[in-house]
């Protein structure tokens, strides 16, 4: 599976939308970058996941440029319910396990 | 549909004693997978199960550490002679069969294991 870059750590301003970069430069044709965050204490969340296009759910959305060599994640209206850490994650298709990073640590400020 | 259950939440135990958590996949999911969260660390993969069947074990300790997941009930990760550094958060995640290829692992709460 690619490596992936994310910042340590991140603050936002609650209401406002959260940013998230990640840096995947050596993604190959048939990865794709998957987002969890794991709230303290608390088992990984699913977010999003996608292969070229844009996604959008009910949770955030993805934007993955045209090269596929980095994403964001954007969190359209940030509450302190957001501060969690985010982990950007590129893998195959198919059953196999998980590689989590460091993550980004998104600190949702008052 | 419920999500993905875990018990114990939290398991207290001693050094040299034995170590049973369980984890209820989602309904219909098939494929169970196990990781370990160290103290102020990132998770760990263990192992990878299907019905009957470990798939991957790549990330299980060779000695004292096991894991089933039977044809009827829970997956079962079981550490035998529990030590100081097994305690952590053990985590399961479940995902569905047919996928068309992708598998969108979904997290139970967790199990914390301290040994004192």
């Known amino acids: 599976d690619a490596k992936t870059t994310q910042p340590t750590s991140m603050d936002c301003a609650e209401g406002r939308a959260a940013n998230l970069p990640c840096n995947h430069s050596?993604?190959?044709?048939?990865?794709?970058v998957y987002w969890y965050r794991q709230i303290h204490s608390q088992g990984p969340q699913y977010i999003i996941h996608?292969?070229?296009n844009n996604e959008t759910n009910e949770m955030a959305s993805l934007i993955i440029t045209e090269d596929r060599k980095s994403s964001t994640l954007i969190l359209p209206h940030a509450t302190l319910r957001d501060t969690a850490v985010y982990y950007c994650i590129v893998r195959r298709g198919g059953y196999q396990k998980v590689t989590f990073g460091t993550g980004t640590k998104l600190q949702v400020i008052p | 549909n419920a999500g993905v259950m875990q018990n114990p939440r939290h398991l207290v135990r001693r050094r040299g004693q034995e170590a049973r958590l369980r984890c209820s996949p989602m309904k219909g999911h098939s494929h169970v997978y196990w990781y370990r969260q160290l103290p102020e660390e990132g998770l760990k993969f263990m192992v990878y199960?299907?019905?009957?069947?470990?798939?991957?074990e790549s990330g299980m300790p060779k000695e004292r550490f096991s894991a089933e997941f039977p044809k009827e009930g829970p997956s079962i990760l079981r550490i035998q002679q529990v030590v100081r550094g097994d305690s952590a958060a053990y985590f399961c995640?479940?995902?569905?069969?047919?996928?068309?290829?992708?598998?969108?692992?979904?997290f139970g709460p967790g199990t914390r294991l301290t040994v004192l």
């Open positions: 199960l299907q019905k009957e069947n470990i798939i991957d």
């Open positions: 996608g292969l070229k």
């Open positions: 050596t993604i190959s044709g048939n990865e794709y």
């Open positions: 995640a479940s995902s569905p069969p047919g996928q068309g290829g992708m598998d969108t692992q979904y």
